[in-house]
Antibody
Framework: EVQLVESGGGLVKPGGSLRLSCAAS????????MNWVRQAPGKGLEWISY????????YYADSVKGRFTLSRDNAKNSLFLQMDSLRAEDTAVYYC??????????????WGQGTLVTVSS | DIQMTQSPSSLSASVGDRVTITCRAS??????LAWYQQRPGKVPKLLIY???TLQSGVPTRFSGSGSGTDFTLTISSLQPEDVATYYC??????????FGPGTKVDIK
């Protein structure tokens, strides 16, 4: 069974930093591209970052570019999101999400339970 | 960047009704569109990918259609467990992988 378990969320002051982790199990993590998606309280889904399976392609949404850094450790089946210069508008549940593909089409087929990040003084 | 819009933003329908949600891309995205269901307090769940391919395990009352800029998600016979917010997402190899704003579906 595919499992994605996020951790590292919490309360942080504006301008502070936080490092989220996502532990993957139940599949060959090193073969899959991964994403982070967030959801502010009562709001919709926002894609924020993508990393290829081999770590050589990384994308960011404009809203986090220059402040967030995505990385992965395939030996430890883990995904990391380093979040710096945090703002109130970064307050959200952060989901780790797996990309899969079928028939040439891409999709996010598995999601973690999410970890809540609250940025407040 | 390509923008994704959805309509309506919310709807209320009776059990057994046919429900249609529309998603529009600001530029053509071929069939690179997915639909997700998020029940209240739950994690998003993939319903449809490639605009019209049903994800394994998803009830057949859900269907997707469209190509280019205009897409639809149809629930052929609304069930109580379908109360949720539905999101479309542009997902291909060209970022950003933008979600639509969501459509909230309730039972009348």
């Amino acid at each position: 069974e595919v499992q994605l378990v996020e951790s590292g969320g919490g309360l942080v002051k504006p301008g502070g930093s936080l490092r989220l982790s996502c532990a993957a199990s139940g599949f060959a993590f090193s073969l899959y591209n991964m994403n982070w998606v967030r959801q502010a309280p009562g709001k919709g889904l926002e894609w924020i970052s993508y990393i290829s399976s081999s770590n050589n392609i990384i994308y960011y949404a404009d809203s986090v570019k220059g402040r967030f850094t995505l990385s992965r450790d395939n030996a430890k089946n883990s995904l990391f999101l380093q979040m710096d210069s945090l703002r109130a508008e970064d307050t959200a549940v952060y989901y780790c999400a797996r990309e899969a593909h079928n028939f040439g089409y891409l999709k996010i087929d598995s999601w973690g339970q999410g970890t809540l990040v609250t940025v407040s003084s | 960047d390509i923008q994704m819009t959805q309509s309506p933003s919310s709807l209320s329908a009776s059990v057994g009704d046919r429900v249609t949600i529309t998603c529009r891309a600001s530029q053509g995205i071929s069939n690179d569109l997915a639909w997700y269901q998020q029940r209240p307090g739950k994690v998003p769940k993939l319903l449809i990918y490639g605009a019209s391919t049903l994800q394994s395990g998803v009830p057949t009352r859900f269907s997707g259609s469209g190509s280019g800029t205009d897409f639809t998600l149809t629930i052929s016979s609304l069930q109580p467990e379908d109360v949720a917010t539905y999101y479309c997402q542009k997902y291909n190899r060209v970022p950003p992988f933008t979600f639509g704003p969501g459509t909230k579906v309730d039972i009348k």
